[in-house]
C-alpha cells in the first residue's frame, strides 16, 4: 500500500506553511460557497455581477504569483470556459439554472485552479500528502462504489468511470500533489452547486446513455485535465511568447537603425 503512494512526498523536517497558501484556500472556498447560493436565486444581472467580482478577486489573488502560475491560469480559464460551453451548451451534459454558462464561471475556474495549486505546495499538504492521497482514494472510491450498487434510486456509472480516471491522474499524472488538491476544492463547489439548483447533471450522459449523478461522484477527474492541460501548456506558451517578444524587439531595433541611417 505504502509503495502505491510512493510519487507523494514523505514529511521530512518542518514544512513553511505559508500564509497566502492557506488564504488563497480559505477565500476561494468562501467566495464558492457564497456565489453559488446567491447565483441559485438571482438573476442574470446578479450573474454578471458576480462575474465582475470574480475577475476582480482573481486578478488580485494572482499578483503574488509568478509567471509560469499565472499563464497556468490563463490557459485554465480558456480551456475550461471551452469545456464549459461543449459539455454544458453543446452536449448537455449538465445544465445551468438560465441554461447559459454564467459569467463568474470563466475566473472561478481560475480561482478553483489557484486553489489546487496553493494547497498542493501547502506545507500541510505536503506534510501528510500520503494520509490525504489515502483518505481521497478510499473516500471517493466509496462514493463511486455506492452509486453503482443500486442502493441509490438513480446509478452512477459515469462516476464510477471517472474515478478510475480520477485515480490515474494521482498515480501516473505528472502533477499528483494538484490533483489530490483538487478533490477537496471541486467536490465542495459541485456538492454545493447542485444541492443549491445553479446547475444539474443530466440523468443520463448524453453520449452512452449512462448514469450519472447529481454531481458524477469521480468529478474531479473532469477539473484534472483542465490542471494537466494548464500545467502542460504554461511552458510551450511561455516560450511562444518569449520568442514572440524577442521578434517584436529585433523588428523595432531593426526600424530604429534604418531611421538613423536615412538620416546619415
Not at 3 to 17: D, E, K, S
Not at 184 to 212: K, N, R, V, Y
Not at 237 to 248: D, E, F
Request: glycine letters at 10%.
Amino acid at each position: 500500500m505504502l509503495n502505491l503512494f510512493h510519487r507523494f512526498p514523505v514529511a521530512t523536517g518542518n514544512p513553511i506553511h505559508r500564509k497566502r497558501d492557506y488564504f488563497i484556500a480559505a477565500f476561494t472556498f468562501f467566495c464558492v460557497g457564497v456565489s453559488l447560493v446567491i447565483d441559485a436565486h438571482g438573476t442574470l444581472l446578479l450573474q454578471n455581477v458576480l462575474g465582475v467580482i470574480a475577475w476582480i478577486f482573481l486578478i488580485g489573488l494572482l499578483r503574488g504569483e509568478n509567471r509560469e502560475i499565472r499563464m497556468q491560469v490563463v490557459i485554465a480559464v480558456a480551456f475550461a470556459t471551452a469545456g464549459e460551453h461543449f459539455a454544458s451548451i453543446y452536449m448537455g451534459g449538465y445544465t445551468y439554472r438560465l441554461e447559459n454558462v454564467p459569467l463568474y464561471v470563466p475566473p472561478g475556474h481560475g480561482m478553483v485552479y489557484l486553489t489546487a495549486v496553493a494547497l498542493a505546495r501547502s506545507g500541510f499538504f505536503l506534510q501528510h500528502a500520503r494520509k490525504i492521497a489515502t483518505f481521497v482514494v478510499i473516500a471517493c472510491g466509496l462514493w463511486s462504489a455506492w452509486g453503482i450498487s443500486g442502493l441509490p434510486e438513480h446509478g452512477d456509472q459515469v462516476g464510477a468511470i471517472l474515478y478510475v480516471v480520477f485515480l490515474i491522474y494521482l498515480f501516473k499524472g505528472r502533477s499528483p500533489m494538484v490533483y489530490l488538491a483538487a478533490f477537496f476544492i471541486t467536490t465542495w463547489l459541485e456538492l454545493i452547486g447542485t444541492a443549491a439548483g445553479t446547475w444539474q447533471w443530466a440523468t443520463l450522459e448524453p453520449i452512452f446513455e449512462l448514469t450519472q449523478g447529481n454531481p458524477p461522484s469521480g468529478v474531479s477527474a473532469w477539473y484534472c485535465l483542465v490542471d494537466a492541460v494548464a500545467i502542460g501548456g504554461a511552458p510551450v506558451c511561455l516560450k511562444a511568447l518569449s520568442r514572440t517578444n524577442g521578434l517584436v524587439k529585433w523588428f523595432k531595433s531593426s526600424i530604429n537603425l534604418k531611421v538613423i541611417l536615412s538620416k546619415k
